[in-house]
Structure formats: structure tokens, C-alpha cells
């Protein structure tokens, strides 16, 4: 296991070192949160695939796939269609915005409000509780890497995420997660994709060892299928975390044909995942402990030396994009969407305070960070609280991000209505039906709907100056961020 060590703490200090080397390119608030909105399609379809496809694609993935087979995909498949749908039709308006948060948009569209406010806690909620996920994640790698207590795994996987987040925020966090797109491609498609079929047998000897419905695509059943579309599917269109990389495109060209690239990418990953655990379940037919544990253990007996480092360092890599991804995410929003608005100093920051808005976004990350990382190390299990993230974004702001982007009679007071009326339905269904239920998600959805479009004709157009002022950001004008020089691109 020595050459394995090896290989992960290089890994580990290759990550610190792109932290240091991204804060000397982290000058303004532009540089620290969207990378100077500077990226061309190849960084920006790997940075895109690498913050969606975390532990829960790779491990979860696996895990999946060794309790249900082939249709096991369909988790992470779903979040390919969402960066897909995503990229293809909302991508390119949301690239020529130039905001930095999704509240933001809501304040552009609608002409401010509460609205904005309301939407910015549920964001921060959402992308702190994909920080905390993340952070626990550390402890199962770690524990399988150097059999270390949960806790010091934990605090040393985010210290590490927290650092080279805080030192040079997107910068550092693009090019980290270039790297580790390239550690997980080479890592899970390359090598443990190929070997897992090998040692199985072929598919052949797959197919004759496991029941039927491990082949059937839809056997994990049309339901669960349906409430993936909605979660996860719907929950890329309007995340924080996601809307955060499209910000960084150099054009809205550069979004809507990278996010496609990333979203191809994220299908076929889905696919190998679910074929590594098929392939672990003929290895292992007695069952292991949880399916989780498929991953892990495919790693540990089939792999040689060396290379079971590279494979174990491409699920860190997984877990630390999303981590760090989630992080920027949720320092953004409490500065930008929550702090500043109660400070009321939103949109009062000059050219000359562009170093104190990098040193206080630095701030936000390292005491939100410390924030997760304690979290982390507290709860044991926090399904139930993503699944309450996930059911209150989708169900309270997903009707008013897309009406706004695609209904011009929406109000304001529609969009509040129906943020406020949906995330009730949700946490009334979570109480009637249980948090992992589907039908709070379905129902708060619906009621959001049917408010949103019974309030906004019921009230007053959204003011024409708005409009127009709103029609302007789409079409690429009226932004006050200037657009980079086309020298200072990354490709």
C-alpha cells in the first residue's frame, strides 16, 4: 500500500498547490467567483462534468449498480439530461446575464423584492447541505485509503477542500477540477471499468450468473426513474452550484457547447458506473455490508498496487469537485444574496472595493467551510437533509426560475407567492408522508405551478422599464461587468 500512500498524497499536495496558484489570478470579485467569466469549452465542459459528478456518481453510482444492475445508470443519467437541457436551451441566456447568483436573476427578471431574499436561503440551505454530503464522504475514502478515525478524515479531506478554495475561489477551484476530470476518466472509465468486466467474466458470464432484471434498463422501477427526472434532473437546472460554472463561460457559444459536452460525458459515466457494480455483483454474490461498499471493495482486491492508488484518488477527486463546487456556491449566495441584503449594501460595492469583495468572499468560504466540515463531523447520515434541500429547490424555485426565463407575463408577486406556496406544500407533504417520499416533491411542484400562473395574472405586469432592462441583459447588453479581453481567454 506504500506506492498507493504515495500516489494519494501527491494528489492531495497537487491540489494545495493549484490553490496557491490560483489565488495569484484571483484579483477581482469576477476572477474569485467566476473565474473572470474567461473560460473556453474545453475547461469548461471538464470543470462542468467534474462539479456534478461527485461521490454520489462514483461511489452512489457503483452502489447503484451492484443493487440493481444496468438501470442503477439512471441517477446519474438523469443529471446528465439535466446538464443537457441545461446547456441546449437555457444555458446561452443565462451565460449573457452576468450575474452571480441565481436570486440575482430573480431580482433582474421580476425588478426585485423579497423574492430574491426568500430564494437566496433556500440556494444557501441546498448548497451547504451538498457541502456537508461531500465532507462525509471523505471519511469512507480515507478509511479505505489509511484506515483513519471517521473524524480526522473528515477534518483533514475538508481542510484541504476549504484551503485551496479560500486561496484562489473559482480559479483555483477550475483548475482543480480539471485535474480531477482527467484523475476520474482515466481512473473509473479507463482502468476500473475495463478491469471490473475482465474479472467478471465478460458480459457473457454476467448475464448467465445474474437475474434478468439486472439487464432490464428500466428495473429499477418507472417511479423511482420519474422522481430522478424531478430531483435531480430539474434540481441541475436551477442549482446554484451549476448556474455558478455557466457564469464562467467566455461566451454564451462556449456554454451551450461545452455544457453539451459535459453532459455526454456524464451519460456515459452513468452507464460505466452502473457496469462496475453489475461486475461487483458476480465478484461478491453473497452481498456486502451496504452497496456503497461495492466501489471500495472492487478497488482493494482487483486492482494492483499503484493503480489502486490512481482509481482510489479518482474517487477523492470526485468528491472534492462537488465539495468545492457546493462551497463556492454557498459563500456566494450568503454574501451576495443574504449578508449584503441585510446590510443593504447589495450593488454598492465601487471599482476600488473590488480587493475587499475578493478578501470578503474569501472570508464567507473559510467560516462556511469550517461550518460544513463541523457538520460534518456531527451527523451521521444526512440523506433526509439533502432530501429537504432537494425537495424545497425543486419545488419552491423551480417554477419561478423557468417562468421567469421563459413567461414574460410572470410577476413578482407570482414568483414570491409561489416560492412561499410551494416550499409549505413540500414541508407539509415531508410531514404527512415522510421525508423520502415522493409526493411532497410532486405536490409542491403542481402547487407552485398553479399559484405562480394565478397570482401573475392576477397582478400587474412586471413593470415595462424591468422588462425591457431584462431583455437587454438576455440579448448581452446593459451589463456592467466588461467582457474579458479575448487574450486573457482559457481554453
Known sequence: MAVDYIVIVVYLAGMLAMGWWGMRRAKSKSDFLVAGRRLGPAMYSGTMAAVVLGGASTIGGVGLGYQYGLSGAWMVFTIGLG??????????????????????????????????????????????????????????????????????????????????????????????????????????????????????GGFSEMKAQLPTSYFDPLGIGGETIFTYVLIY?????????????????????????????????????????????????VLYP??????????AQIVKDQL????????????????????????????????????????????????????????????????????????????????????????????????????????????GTGALASIVVGGITVIGGMWRYGILANQPVYYGLIASLVVYVAVSLATRPTDAAVLAAWRERLAGRGAEEPEPAPAAAAQ
Open 304 to 411: 494492483p498496487v499503484g493503480v489502486r492508488g490512481l482509481v482510489l484518488a479518482a474517487a477523492l477527486a470526485a468528491v472534492m469537485s462537488t465539495s468545492s463546487g457546493a462551497l463556492i456556491a454557498c459563500a456566494t449566495v450568503a454574501n451576495n444574496d443574504i449578508w449584503k441584503r441585510l446590510r443593504g449594501t447589495k450593488d454598492q460595492v465601487s471599482v476600488e472595493d473590488e480587493h475587499d469583495e475578493v478578501k470578503g468572499n474569501r472570508m464567507f468560504i473559510l467560516g462556511l467551510g469550517i461550518v460544513a466540515i463541523v457538520i460534518s463531523i456531527i451527523l451521521n447520515n444526512v440523506v433526509e437533509a439533502l432530501t429537504v434541500a432537494y425537495n424545497l429547490l425543486v419545488g419552491g424555485l423551480l417554477v419561478p426560475i423557468l417562468g421567469g426565463l421563459l413567461w414574460k407575463r410572470g410577476t
Open 83 to 200: 446538464i443537457l437541457a441545461l446547456s441546449i436551451f437555457f444555458s446561452g441566456r443565462i451565460a449573457r446575464l452576468k450575474v452571480y447568483t441565481v436570486s440575482e436573476m430573480l431580482d433582474l427578471r421580476y425588478g426585485g423584492g423579497k423574492a430574491g431574499m426568500i430564494s437566496g436561503i433556500v440556494m444557501w440551505v441546498y448548497t451547504l447541505m451538498l457541502v456537508v454530503t461531500s465532507t462525509i464522504a471523505y471519511a469512507t475514502i480515507f478509511d479505505v485509503l489509511f484506515d483513519v478515525p471517521r473524524t480526522l478524515a473528515i477534518i483533514v479531506g475538508g481542510t484541504i477542500v476549504v484551503a485551496y478554495s479560500t486561496l484562489g475561489g473559482m480559479w483555483s477551484i477550475t483548475i482543480t477540477d480539471m485535474v480531477q476530470f482527467v484523475v476520474k476518466t482515466i481512473g473509473v472509465l479507463l482502468i476500473l471499468l475495463p478491469v471490473a468486466i475482465v474479472k467478471a
Open 233 to 281: 434532473t430539474f434540481g441541475i437546472l436551477i442549482g446554484q452550484d451549476i448556474w455558478q460554472r455557466v457564469f464562467t463561460a467566455r461566451n454564451d457559444k462556449v456554454a451551450r457547447l461545452g455544457g453539451t459536452v459535459a453532459g455526454v460525458y456524464c451519460l456515459l459515466y452513468a452507464i460505466g458506473g452502473a457496469v462496475i457494480g453489475t461486475a461487483a455483483k
Open 286 to 295: 453473497k452481498g456486502l455490508g451496504q452497496a456503497d461498499e461495492a466501489f
